[in-house]
């Protein structure tokens, strides 16, 4: 069934695909400048004063490119260029990663966060996740406590040895057969923390899940969290340091990144539960100073870049 479904909306993304080109030429056949229209979605609320609801999965407003302009005629150039990648990758139902897109043409996409913008592009405009596309990440993500399942017809069986750290599935949509015994999930923000719970034995005390992104999480360990917790409706913890950049990882497993804000929605954990030292704990508990780090001009700088919303325009 899930192949079936597979099948039709790569037929549909291909639809979508051959619609978009041909409006492109229809309009350079008649002189006509075409304009892309790409919409432009946030993950921040924008009303302070009181419950926030805010929809990141709602478009906040949309940029042009035209060909008008020299600055997008490259933004243009790589967006088509890659959008002919994958169009071949849903024709012969093949996956590649960003980095791989990167390689078929390196001096002309120049820079990999070049060819990231233009897959973003594309998602929002063929109102699709990253995946739909055939393009995945490279797995960077670890799992391990009680847990069982298959993906792609292989057995991953953490419940008989709880403490074996696995990596995360990169393609989530192979999971099959999820089965669990445990109470709830734990998600840590290093791989140096993963390593101590593993040594430490954790799981064999705790009846748990435990899952790294080894930092800041990538696509596929937050869509391997999200379907962990859709199915099997347990408790999740998050435990990260108190500082900015932990603040910031709590918040991309929470409500989603700024950059994929338009899959927000497919991405995020908002019952996901801080655990770890809050900012008010040392006064609350008189820690000694000496056990507080100063923040640093960049931690300052980073945490006003990331968490004041833009001024209005």
Request: with cysteine; glycine share 4%; charged share 25%.
């Amino acid at each position: 069934m899930e192949g079936i479904r597979s099948s039709t909306r790569s037929r549909d993304l291909l639809r979508k695909i051959k619609e978009f080109t041909l409006s492109i030429l229809e309009d350079l056949s008649e002189g006509l400048s075409p304009l892309i229209f790409i919409q432009s979605f946030r993950t921040y609320c924008t009303n302070l004063d009181s419950i926030c609801s805010c929809r990141s999965n709602q478009p906040s407003g949309h940029e042009i490119l035209t060909f008008q302009k020299e600055s997008h005629v490259h933004r243009i150039d790589v967006l088509l260029r890659v959008l002919l990648i994958v169009q071949q990758l849903l024709q012969e139902n093949k996956h590649a990663s960003k980095r791989d897109i990167y390689y078929m043409h390196p001096l002309i996409f120049s820079d990999q966060s070049v060819v990231d913008r233009a897959i973003n592009d594309i998602c929002i405009l063929l109102q699709c996740s990253r995946h739909n596309l055939n393009v995945v990440s490279v797995g960077n993500g670890l799992v391990m406590g009680w847990l069982r399942f298959f993906e792609a017809g292989r057995k991953f069986d953490c419940i008989n040895s709880p403490n074996t750290a696995h990596t995360v599935p990169v393609l989530v949509e192979d999971v099959k057969d999820l089965v669990s015994a445990a109470l709830y999930i734990l998600v840590v923000e290093k791989e140096s923390v993963f390593q101590r719970l593993e040594n430490d034995k954790f799981c064999s005390k705790n009846r748990c899940i435990v899952i790294t992104g080894r930092g800041y999480p990538d696509v596929p360990t937050r869509r391997f969290l999200r379907l962990l917790v859709d199915k099997l409706c347990l408790p999740v913890y998050c435990l990260v340091d108190c500082d900015p950049y932990g603040f910031d990882i709590l918040a991309t497993y929470r409500f989603g990144s700024m950059q994929m804000a338009y899959d927000a929605k497919f991405l995020r954990v908002p019952q996901i539960q801080w655990l770890g030292a809050f900012p008010s704990d040392s006064e609350n508990y008189d820690l000694p100073k000496q056990c507080l780090l100063p923040l640093t001009i960049e931690g300052d700088t980073y945490s006003k870049d990331q968490w004041l919303p833009p001024a209005p325009s």
